[in-house]
């Protein structure tokens, strides 16, 4: 168990909705990132958050968007979803923002969208 | 910019064998790099990295790995493998001085009985 807690574990949806995961942190730690892991596209950096702030933006859809709320936890909405939206979805946390820092990974969120 | 490749997405190897899993990096600045394993439904976990302290990391579960500079390399290795070791590994990059961490492709390991 990394202490990463991701909600909710599975998710099926319709084209064209939108959905909301959730991700607290493990304790103490500042740094969020959200990844997206699909089969075509293998591992793929979203967004990282720092104490409430953006930190680095990697490949995030405008469709997409982040935010880290002062208790830490961190939400990724996803909208006017698509079926190529289809991924597990993983939150991952580390202490600061150093780049030395070990991530520690949450389960996923798995998004289906038919 | 940084980025990672991963030599072969599926490697495959007896019980008992040494597995080797090739990672190349490309960074401008001196590199963070990870070595991380993720098992079937679970997310990723950290099996070691490199901070620039000595070149040959040793991680969990009996893997090492060495990072060689002058060949941009940092390959990860296993004298012996376990069944248990069936699993997909993926090698990252961060640079000092960057946010983002970068994934290669990842390399799936199967270990033959």
């Known amino acids: 168990d990394s202490g990463v807690t991701q909600t909710p574990k599975h998710l099926i949806t319709a084209t064209g909705q939108r959905v909301t995961l959730r991700c607290s942190p493990r304790?103490?730690?500042?740094?969020v990132y959200w990844y997206q892991q699909s089969l075509d596209q293998g591992l793929q950096f979203l967004i990282q958050?720092?104490?409430?702030?953006?930190?680095a933006k990697g490949n995030i859809l405008e469709r997409f968007s982040a935010q880290q709320f002062p208790d830490l936890h961190s939400e990724l909405n996803l909208s006017s979803l698509e079926l190529g939206d289809s991924a597990l979805y993983f939150c991952?946390?580390?202490?600061?923002?150093?780049?030395?820092?070990?991530?520690?990974f949450g389960e996923g969120s798995w998004l289906t969208v038919v | 910019a940084q980025s990672v490749t991963q030599l072969g997405s599926h490697v495959s190897v007896s019980e008992g064998a040494l597995v080797l899993l090739r990672c190349n990096y490309s960074?401008?600045?001196?590199?963070?790099l990870f070595w991380y394993v993720q098992y079937p439904n679970q997310g990723l976990q950290l099996l070691l990295k490199?901070?620039?302290?000595?070149?040959l990391v040793k991680g969990i579960n009996g893997f090492e790995a060495e990072f060689k500079k002058s060949e941009t390399s940092f390959h990860l290795t296993k004298p012996s493998a376990h069944m248990s070791d069936a699993a997909e590994y993926f090698c990252?990059?961060?640079?000092?001085?960057?946010?983002?961490?970068?994934f290669g492709a990842g390399t799936r390991l199967f270990v033959k009985a």
């Open positions: 991952a946390s580390s202490v600061g923002r150093t780049t030395g820092d070990t991530i520690y």
């Open positions: 304790s103490g730690d500042l740094s």
């Open positions: 958050y720092y104490n409430g702030e953006e930190r």
């Open positions: 960074s401008s600045v001196p590199p963070y």
């Open positions: 490199y901070t620039s302290a000595a070149t």
């Open positions: 990252a990059v961060t640079h000092t001085g960057g946010f983002k961490t970068i």
